[in-house]
Every structure is written in structure tokens, then in C-alpha cells.
């Protein structure tokens, strides 16, 4: 059964905090994105990656970098925490070659920042 | 620039009848098209696909539709079941030049609610 996992289901911190916010997946999997979901905006793409150390941006990067040192892990990284930044967060992996492009979704990561 | 769009955010349908979920795109590069379906506090999971060479693809209750000439895309659900009641986003894909990986563009989603 193939799996994305996310270090926290929820998570609480302050204004101006460093957030790191991992994802792991078993799939062998050569992609993996960042997406935030905001009511009425539906899944936005923050960064993705297509293969270790590389990365791209995607609609909406600011105040975000990635890491990609593994194959399986895919962290996001708010370098300076703001409200705004408060939202769902869902990292998804996929494999490259398949006209579907199906993504698999990990359970999210519910960030408050305060 | 939204290039996909669900214009109905939410919908309600009773028990045993249809649910049509609709969809819009502006992109004509897209060539696949997927539906997923969101429970609250868990990541999308993948309900159904089509190509853009189909106009239909079935699987079960589910089915989708797509009309090219008028970039548009229907997720019919016969006969719609309360274990439904989430929300479903439309997804589209598009050709991508080795080296990258192909990105999904996702709608905002409708939630459907089916009543007992």
C-alpha cells in the first residue's frame, strides 16, 4: 500500500519562527510537491522536486524554501513564520512517465501561526 | 490566472440520485484530467481519470465526461451514497519536457453533501 506520511497532523507556532514541516515516501517515488489549501483557492503549489537536490518553484514560493537530501524526503521550510502562512499544508509524490500523473497525498499538516 | 475552475462551491443531493460535480479549464494544453476526492483532516485521494483522446471513462458509480470543444469536465456519481459527502477537486495535466516533473493544476473544489 503506498504511503506519504507528514511529521505533524497539527502545529502551533509563533510569529517569526523557523517551521520545518517533513514528508516521507515509500513509493520510491521520483516527485514530490508542497501544496497549501486555503478555503476558495483549493490546492495551491508551493515548490516541487523531481529528483534529489533538485528543486522548482511553483505558484506560489514566497516566504517557503525546500530540501530534498533523500529520494523519500521532501521538507518545506517557512524561514520566517507569519499568520499569513497559517493553512493546510499537503505534500504529494508521484512517478515520472505515467500520462496520468496521479499524485499520492499524504494527511496534511494543520500550521497556526500566531 | 485561475485555469481551472469549479464555479459551484458546495452542492447537496439526496441519497440514491445523481451528483454531477462540474468543471472548467482555459489551458487547451491539458491532455489528462483527474478528480479527487478530499474527507476533512486527510490529504485528496485519487477517484477517477480521463484523457483527452476519451470523452468518457467509468468506474462504477463514478463516471466522467469531457467535452473539449467547450474545455469542460462532469464527475457524475449514480447513485450518490451519504459516505460521498466531501469535497472533490478537479485536476489537470499537461505534456512536460524531460528533466521536470509534470504538475497537476488543481480547481477550488466543491463540496457535496449527500442528504439521508
Known amino acids: 500500500d503506498v504511503k506519504v506520511t507528514q511529521s505533524s497532523r497539527y502545529l502551533v507556532k509563533r510569529t517569526g519562527e523557523k517551521v520545518f514541516l517533513e514528508c516521507v515516501q515509500d513509493m520510491d517515488h521520483e516527485n514530490m510537491f508542497w501544496y497549501r489549501q486555503d478555503p476558495g483557492l483549493g490546492l495551491r503549489l508551493i515548490y516541487f522536486s523531481y529528483d534529489v537536490k533538485m528543486k522548482e518553484k511553483g505558484d506560489i514560493p514566497e516566504g517557503y524554501s525546500v530540501s530534498r537530501e533523500k529520494k523519500e524526503r521532501f521538507s518545506l521550510i517557512l524561514e520566517s513564520a507569519s499568520t499569513n502562512q497559517t493553512s493546510m499544508y499537503l505534500c504529494?509524490?508521484?512517478?515520472?512517465?505515467?500520462?496520468?500523473?496521479?499524485?499520492?497525498f499524504g494527511p496534511g499538516t494543520r500550521l497556526t501561526v500566531l | 490566472d485561475q485555469q481551472v475552475k469549479q464555479n459551484s462551491p458546495s452542492l447537496s443531493v439526496q441519497e440514491g440520485r445523481i451528483s454531477i460535480l462540474n468543471c472548467d479549464y482555459t489551458?487547451?494544453?491539458?491532455?489528462?484530467f483527474l478528480w479527487y476526492k478530499k474527507y476533512p483532516a486527510e490529504g485528496p485521494t485519487f477517484l477517477i481519470s480521463?484523457?483527452?483522446?476519451?470523452d468518457k471513462n467509468e468506474d462504477g458509480r463514478f463516471t466522467v465526461f469531457l467535452n473539449k470543444s467547450a474545455k469542460h469536465l462532469s464527475l457524475h456519481i449514480v447513485p450518490s451514497q451519504p459516505g460521498d459527502s466531501a469535497v472533490y477537486f478537479c485536476?489537470?495535466?499537461?505534456?512536460?519536457?524531460?528533466?521536470?516533473?509534470?504538475?497537476?493544476?488543481f480547481g477550488t473544489g466543491t463540496r457535496l453533501q449527500v442528504t439521508l
Open positions: 480521463i484523457s483527452s483522446i476519451k
Open positions: 504529494a509524490s508521484s512517478e515520472t512517465g505515467l500520462a496520468r500523473n496521479e499524485q499520492f
Open positions: 489551458n487547451s494544453m491539458f491532455d489528462y
Open positions: 485536476a489537470a495535466s499537461q505534456p512536460h519536457y524531460t528533466g521536470t516533473a509534470s504538475k497537476l493544476t
